[in-house]
């Protein structure tokens, strides 16, 4: 009987190293995604900010240019701020198409992506 519980006792710590091992794994795997995920956002963002700036930027050559044109320069500005709000308002009724959908096809490939990896392994 005591080599039964031995054997039981030695079962039971590998049970637990193994549990052990595989909740670090599943730690590991996590954070890995996390900070592929926060990677991507950051990096989307910052894009974003480079590319929002150069739209404000050619606007405002866009209207002085349009000012010195036209010989008013508020009038430039005028109709760049008009063009400006026309492609707000088409980005607003478009935004799942062009922003929400492709925003979760990016969210859904940097989770499980991984994710397949790891059953791989």
Do not use: H
């Not at 519980?5 to 049970?15: C, G, H, T, V, W």
């Not at 670090?24 to 950051?42: D, T």
């Amino acid at each position: 009987m005591s080599e039964e519980f031995r054997k039981f006792e030695s079962l039971a710590d590998q049970l637990k190293a193994y549990v052990n091992t595989r909740v670090s794994q599943a730690k590991l795997s996590l954070a890995e995604k996390v900070s592929k995920l926060a990677a991507a956002m950051i990096a989307m963002l910052m894009s974003a900010l480079v590319f929002f700036l150069f739209l404000v930027l050619l606007c405002v050559a866009g209207a002085l240019l349009l000012g010195q044109w036209l010989g008013s320069l508020w009038l430039g500005f005028l109709i760049v701020a008009g063009l400006v709000l026309l492609l707000g308002m088409i980005l607003w009724l478009a935004r799942d198409r062009l922003l929400r959908i492709p925003i979760m096809n990016a969210l859904i490939e940097a989770m499980f992506d991984s994710a397949e990896e790891d059953e791989k392994d």
